[in-house]
RNA sequence: GGCGGGGUAGCUCAGUUGGUUAGAGCGCGGGACUCAUAAGCCCGAGGUCAGUGGUUCGAUCCCACUUCCCGCUACCA
């Protein structure tokens, strides 16, 4: 089995600024690559900016910039907002750089080589205004004037010249390569629609377009920009250095072992992508996960109702972790979630603040004024001692399959079980009664700060920042993080030193 | 309209390949303790598992119907 792992994000349109969609599909992919990471995976983890279209072209013009120049700036953002996010990506594409021209034209040279894409003619009811086609059926005409149903905008028929690619001749090959992974597309209720989508009958699609020009141009043909997905999801190749199959980073990484992406954009990635791939003749990505999205109270947020959460806002007010750790345990992977300012505050404070934090700040007061801040000698684990650690190594197979199944909510749920649990523990154990009986109090300790350092090791995917300061209090560093040391009871050593440790989380005094 | 997913405690969600008292967290009420960020621990209140009917010895879980919510139903991404 290859210990490589490939996992990607979106590449982000920058065409607004980053909001919290871009920042939960980043934050749940960074999750994914840090836990492989520790896992021991080679991994490479990828994020960008898809930098194509007439909607940055005319952003541009009315910024009174040369298209290139207003993208420099703009995905700069994103870059920002994956620092701020602190992602692990080791790197980050955008499609106006040359590696990606190169890679794109090449994917297209291949495929119009093989025939799989032809030069005909689209047409259908266009609306100006609303920059889109209509079917004959969302088309109504009302004194002789025909328009949308949907917008009421005016419609007119328009024809022009377009490459198309042979969708329709995919369908069945599409159909089976569902069918033969039944994980190919999650979470579940995505898949069947997909298929169901599919098996409606799949029309070719045009990937060509003439109506403006910032894009990568067809190589055989200037007058045409290439279809923005063919484009955008050839990223996901650039950066592996595709076309150079010989590359390391192609041989190691292609086929691609998760795409996460939003629910919106998973017909582009669970259709058109795989097809565009089969056609090539090149590897289908191992799965296409499509999470829901994240609502502010119930309703989507929008600008009219004032109910935006930005997500620097939220990292500025409240920290970072608390964003990571609120967007992966409290929204169920797979469908939408909610956010709200009150639900936050109320996450920080139970889980992190009195749940953790103080679970840190207790055992490690205790050891200072007991132990010198020392780890223990003399280590004779009890039968509940060894209940309690055991429930890692017990769990360790689970915990890898939740992963490999992106099923955060179960690997969250274990992490904070173990945090009550430990809590209990040390309660139940009274060490401050057991000072006259340095043998079991030694073992107390001993245990607690394994129990801190193995619920720490598991939250370092979600809470990098908050889970190397705790580390820290036992000179672990980010290097030496390794998930399966949790299956040891003994890996700290008697009589080293350990460091104090800050408050990690702040409680949130709530005044409104 | 067609296809699909869902309606489980005040809130957010687990769960049940059908089987004795249906779970967690938060919130709420009470209690004992004191190492700790007045945190943690214990006890408790609170659910006709959307409704009706059916299959079954037995259904929250299977089937049918009803009702409500959501998603998909291609070229804006």
């Not at 000072?435 to 300790?445: G, H």
């Amino acid at each position: 089995m290859s210990k490589n792992y490939y996992i990607t994000t979106p590449i982000y349109y920058p065409s607004a600024k980053p909001h919290m969609g871009h920042a939960y599909s980043s934050i749940v992919s960074d999750f994914f690559a840090r836990f492989k990471r520790i896992e021991g995976f080679n991994v490479y983890f990828l994020t960008g900016t898809d930098e194509h279209g007439l909607k940055i072209q005319r952003a541009a013009e009315k910024n009174k910039k040369e298209p290139l120049k207003f993208c420099d700036e703009i995905s700069n953002t994103f870059k920002d907002l994956s620092k701020t996010l602190n992602l692990s990506n080791d790197d980050f594409i955008r499609t106006t750089e040359k590696r990606h021209h190169i890679s794109v034209q090449n994917l297209w040279n291949i495929l119009e080589k093989k025939g799989e894409i032809y030069l005909s003619k689209y047409s259908g009811w266009y609306s100006v205004s609303d920059e889109a086609f209509y079917a004959e059926d969302e088309v109504e005409e009302k004194n002789g004037v025909k328009s949308s149903k949907v917008s009421g905008s005016m419609v007119e028929w328009v024809e022009e010249e377009s490459f198309f690619f042979k969708l329709s001749k995919w369908q069945n090959k599409l159909l089976e390569l569902y069918e033969k992974n039944d994980k190919f597309i999650l979470p579940k209720s995505r898949r069947n629609e997909v298929i169901s989508f599919v098996k409606s009958g799949l029309k070719d699609l045009s990937v060509s377009r003439k109506s403006f020009s910032w894009g990568i141009q067809v190589p055989t043909n200037k007058d045409h920009v290439i279809y923005v997905w063919l484009d955008a999801l050839t990223n996901y190749l650039s950066a592996l250095n595709y076309p150079n199959t010989k590359d390391n980073l192609y041989k190691d990484y292609w086929p691609c072992d998760v795409h996460m992406i939003g629910k919106d954009i998973l017909r582009f990635h669970a259709v058109y992508w795989p097809a565009f791939l089969l056609a090539a003749d090149l590897p289908v990505p191992k799965r296409i996960y499509g999470h829901g999205w994240i609502l502010s109270g119930d309703e989507k947020m929008s600008k009219s109702k004032g109910n935006i959460l930005d997500p620097l806002e939220i990292i500025n007010e409240y920290g970072l972790d608390p964003l990571r750790y609120y967007l992966l345990k409290e929204v169920s992977f797979g469908n939408d979630g909610n956010i709200s300012k009150d639900k936050l505050i109320s996450c920080i404070n139970s889980d992190l603040a009195n749940n953790f934090g103080n679970l840190c700040q207790r055992v490690m007061a205790f050891t200072e004024k007991n132990m010198s801040l020392q780890v223990p000698k003399n280590i004779n684990f009890n039968e509940e001692d060894l209940k309690i650690l055991n429930k890692f190594s017990d769990n360790y197979d689970n915990l890898i399959d939740y992963i490999n199944n992106q099923n955060i909510n179960s690997y969250m749920n274990f992490i904070v079980d173990q945090m009550f649990i430990a809590n209990k523990y040390f309660n139940d154990q009274e060490p401050w009664k057991k000072k006259n009986n340095l043998k079991r109090l030694n073992s107390i300790i001993y245990t607690s700060l394994e129990l801190i350092r193995k619920i720490s090791i598991l939250l370092y995917p979600v809470i990098p920042n908050s889970s190397l300061k705790a580390l820290n209090i036992f000179n672990i560093t980010e290097e030496q993080i390794n998930i399966e040391s949790i299956k040891n009871n003994k890996f700290l050593e008697s009589g080293t030193n350990i460091k104090k440790i800050d408050i990690l989380f702040k409680k949130v005094l709530s005044n409104d």
